[in-house]
């Protein structure tokens, strides 16, 4: 079920009056069940790799909570027989026994998800080698299943490492998992947060519904007279790079940046929205990330979770494991600047490698992870640089023009690197990269090119005046949140937006079959 | 402290870090800075920090990052 | 207590204005249908007719090109309507008729049987064509769901506004002009006149199955069943175009369905010159639909066998019906000397 479908809408009407009115003892379980039925409408097979994740989590995190405790209790009663390094011993034959529990939990749900996300390539690329016919070329990824095992494997760990404790009750972790606003776009949660939340009682609260719906109601307004309005024209500037190149690359930049933005977010704004409606607070997943000065601001704003996740549970074990502390040291003797960037440089790379790999199997990803990681650290290494500068000129930094021209240039970077994202193989995507600058053909771009690529010059102007909205709202924002100051001039001002919003999408949105006047004229029968 | 001080002050001089709570949660400390940091402290404290410690609530200050050291210093005796 | 009433009553308010909106909007953004293409108005100007009708004709355009109902009355007194459209297909005609039926009871239904040989949708823009001017009722949602074709959605054809938002930017004169009237009718009971002469040529000859598809053939069945329930006599015709071909098996196939079901067929193609109709000069697409000469040709002949067949009552000397078509012939004739004039 996608955001913008009936099925959708449908669900969530028939959801929110039944779990508001049934007793609040049970609103979780009714909230579960409409869960597993969202998740098998989906598909069976995605219910059954979903079941493997909640028993297999529930199983590990069980074993551990079990074993701490013995562990407790073994080294209480040896403290008077037992000296420090036997006690050590047996503290370290536990910590073994929950590793290996770890290790064999992370094997099974991050090799389904690998499986599925590579299966078809790997049987591509074997058939290539050792010739016959490819294996698992229908293998395909199943509803939210990169985000869900990101979630539950957080908690897989953060039970490992005992910040939080074992969850008796395996349905409010299947609750947890399943969550279906969740499974479209993610963000990836916390069960300390949200897995917590989802299992107390909630009741019903008119303003939060409209505040709530208001949230949704934006959401879709970015998706569908933004995202999927710019979608047509970039898919086609991507679907011919020998045609689309030189100038049009620029375009694509612009046009890819705004649309995924609104897709992105607006596809947060609803999970967050229906999340609300139902009295559960959803993390947010950004934080106006185009106003970023540095790539790795945009960073830490854009698609805030999965950053979150890889440093929690990569990033830094990563950075402090012992042999990253080993290969540190071992290389002090070329001078300590070396030897404490090792692990900061490996630790950094290998994270991007990993979030280009979550992004897609295609190769680009990879190439594009790896670049964004290469970017940070190049900045990093340059900080003392522009240091001096600043210090040169102390009022440039802090001028409106400067920063500007820093937020400009990191959208400008990061949509240049998006360019990965677009094509089907790294030669063509640097070819029409680099066709940008070799290239000087904005006739061709004005002079028909853009009419060619699916969009009218009403589509490009409801999409810009769209694009101008979205500015605008994120430049108020800056001030404090806009819906609460919308609700705070009352309800009737509130609807009254929320039906502007409505209307306008019904109006402007793109969706359904689109009105080809052609179709209409009576050909003769 | 004053030797904390000293490391975090090398890795931004700008700022005033005997004031300052919201190091992580500010944006002065990205995750680059942490882990220059953390190697820097293991060296000159002989402490790993290890990661479940590695949250923003320990890292926000230096005083708290201080007591967090303390803390790992006393557990290893 | 006030202050909550105040609010209900602003949230209501700001309700009606926008669902009054949306509905001005959706009616502004349908097509109208009034200058091309005209098949997409056909179905809903059977709403605005006054006096009954004797014969029902319902099929594809082989009905609304090819049968005059004013030469029918003028000739034998024969009131009837046209229940045609663009492709309309076998179960369309089954649910329209069905819709006219709820309203009253001709003494024959004649269907053409062209449209038999699709079994299945075929395009969204005939659907939209056919179904969009007909009046909301259980009929019309069996329709929708019988016709949708792959992609389609069953509620924008409930919410017009779904399916034609995006012709916002290409209003025209005439979308303001019948914004909330739907006009004067541009057909004739059904009928669209056209005055073109384009002789009949060869037409490549093409492959098709000989078998016509199961599911038509059903829906033909139903028809017969809804009228012998209503005491209505089904008649199933072919009417005299020739293009696109009529093959033989199909004819047999239908002709053996109305054996069965104890039917009068007529294929026509075979009468053509018992009927007097010259294939050099009375079609206006070289084969494909007559143009008025023909259509009136047809309906000179058509009407004395149905008359002579059904008993049908000469209805000419009753005031209500005189005056109805009186003004009919009139615009009639006014129409065809002026698309004469103009030369097509």
């Known amino acids: ?525 | 402290m004053e030797q904390l001080l000293d490391i975090l002050r090398d890795l931004h001089p700008e700022t005033d870090f005997e004031t300052e709570t919201r190091l992580v949660d500010g944006g002065i400390l990205a995750s680059f800075d942490i882990v220059m940091l953390i190697t820097r402290i293991e060296e000159a404290f002989d402490v790993v920090i290890p990661a479940k410690d590695i949250v923003p609530e320990h890292f926000n200050s230096a005083k708290a990052l201080y007591a967090l050291i303390t803390k790992i210093a006393e557990q290893d005796d | 207590m006030k202050r909550k009433t105040l609010t209900f009553i602003g949230i209501l308010l700001a309700c009606i204005v926008f669902f009054g909106a949306l509905y001005a909007v959706s009616r502004l953004v349908a097509p109208k249908y009034h200058t091309s293409p005209l098949e997409g108005h056909l179905t809903g100007e059977y709403y605005e007719e006054k006096t009954a009708h004797d014969v029902l004709f319902v099929g594809d355009c082989e009905v609304f090109s090819n049968i005059s109902p004013v030469t029918l009355y003028n000739e034998y007194g024969i009131t009837s309507f046209i229940r045609g459209s663009a492709q309309q297909l076998t179960w369309q005609s089954y649910y329209l008729l069905e819709d006219a039926l709820l309203t009253e009871t001709p003494k024959v239904v004649v269907f053409n049987v062209l449209a038999l040989k699709y079994g299945e949708p075929q395009s969204e823009a005939y659907n939209r064509m056919t179904l969009d001017g007909m009046r909301l009722n259980a009929s019309k949602i069996r329709a929708i769901r019988a016709s949708m074709t792959e992609g389609e959605d069953f509620m924008s054809y409930l919410f017009p506004l779904l399916r034609y938002h995006d012709r916002i930017d290409k209003l025209t004169g005439e979308d303001f002009a019948y914004w909330f009237t739907s006009g004067e009718p541009v057909s004739f009971k059904g009928y669209l006149l056209r005055t073109e002469v384009r002789p009949a040529t060869d037409m490549p000859t093409e492959t098709y199955d000989p078998k016509l598809p199961e599911s038509s053939m059903e829906w033909l069945g139903r028809m017969a069943d809804l009228c012998e329930e209503k005491g209505i006599a089904l008649v199933l015709m072919k009417s005299p175009s020739i293009y696109p071909k009529w093959y033989p098996e199909w004819d047999e196939t239908v002709a053996a369905f109305a054996n069965a079901r104890g039917l009068r067929y007529d294929n026509m193609i075979a009468e053509n010159d018992v009927i007097g109709i010259d294939m050099q000069t009375d079609t206006c697409d070289m084969g494909q639909h007559l143009n008025v000469y023909g259509a009136e040709k047809l309906s000179r002949f058509y009407g004395a066998v149905l008359q002579k067949t059904y008993q049908l009552p000469d209805h000419r000397g009753e005031a209500a019906y005189d005056a109805d078509y009186a003004a009919l012939s009139e615009r009639y004739e006014t129409e065809k000397n002026l698309r004469r004039s103009e030369g097509n």
């Open chain 1, 1 to 525: 079920m996608l955001f913008p479908s009936w099925a959708f809408l449908l669900f969530l009407a028939v959801l929110v009056p039944v779990y508001y009115l049934v007793p609040k003892r049970i609103q979780w379980i009714v909230l579960l069940l409409f869960n597993a039925v969202f998740v098998c409408f989906a598909g069976l097979l995605g219910a059954v790799f979903m079941a493997v994740t909640v028993a297999s989590v529930y199983a590990a995190t069980r074993a551990f909570d079990a074993l701490f405790t013995r562990q407790r209790e073994t080294l209480a009663a040896m403290k008077t027989t037992h000296t420090k390094e036997e006690r050590k011993k047996t503290r370290l034959q536990f910590e073994k026994k929950r590793r290996l529990i770890l290790v064999a939990c992370l094997v099974l749900n991050f090799g389904i998800l690998f499986a599925l996300k590579y299966g078809a390539m790997l049987g591509r690329l074997s058939a290539g080698l050792f010739g016959g016919k490819p294996f698992g070329q229908d293998l395909a990824l199943t509803m939210g299943i990169s985000f869900y095992t990101f979630s539950t494997v957080g908690y897989l760990l953060d039970v490992y490492r005992e910040t939080v404790p074992a969850e008796r009750n395996p349905l409010k972790l299947a609750l947890f998992t399943s969550f279906f606003p969740l499974l479209v776009q993610g963000p990836i949660t916390r069960f300390e947060t949200v897995g917590k939340a989802l299992t107390a009682p909630h009741a019903f609260d008119g303003k939060r519904f409209l505040s709530a719906s208001l949230r949704i109601a934006w959401g879709y307004w970015k998706k569908l007279i933004v995202a999927d309005r710019l979608l047509v024209a970039v898919k086609a500037l991507c679907a011919r790079p020998n045609v689309y190149y030189g100038d049009f690359i620029f375009m694509e930049m612009l046009l890819y940046a705004a649309c995924l933005y609104a897709d992105f977010t607006g596809g947060i704004d609803i999970t967050i929205g229906v999340g609300e409606m139902l009295g559960i607070r959803i993390e947010e997943n950004f934080n106006r990330p185009y106003f970023s000065k540095s790539i790795s601001e945009y960073w830490r704003r854009w698609h805030i979770t999965l950053g979150e996740w890889f440093k929690r549970y990569v990033y830094y074990p990563l950075s402090v494991s012992k042999p990253m502390r080993d290969l540190s040291k071992a290389t002090r003797r070329f001078g300590a600047g070396v030897s404490r960037r090792v692990p900061v440089y490996l630790a950094t790379l290998l994270v991007w490698a990993l979030t280009g790999a979550w992004h897609g199997s295609n190769l680009t990803f990879l190439v594009w992870g790896l670049l964004n990681g290469v970017v940070i650290l190049l900045s990093e290494e340059c900080k003392p640089l522009y240091a001096r500068f600043h210090k040169r000129f102390p009022k440039l930094g802090e001028s409106a023009f400067y920063r500007g021209f820093a937020v400009i240039r990191t959208v400008l970077l990061l949509s240049s690197l998006r360019i990965l994202d677009c094509y089907g193989t790294v030669k063509d995507a640097f070819s029409s990269f680099f066709s940008m600058f070799t290239t000087w053909n904005w006739g061709a771009v004005f002079r028909g090119g853009i009419q060619s690529l699916g969009l009218s010059y009403t589509d490009y102007a409801i999409a810009l005046f769209g694009v101008l909205v979205m500015f605008a709202l994120s430049m108020v924002q800056r001030k404090g949140t806009i819906r609460k100051r919308i609700m705070k001039r009352g309800a009737v001002f509130s609807v009254c937006v929320l039906l502007v919003l409505i209307g306008t999408i019904l109006l402007f949105g793109r969706y359904g079959f689109g009105f080809d006047a052609s179709q209409f004229i009576y050909n003769r029968f």
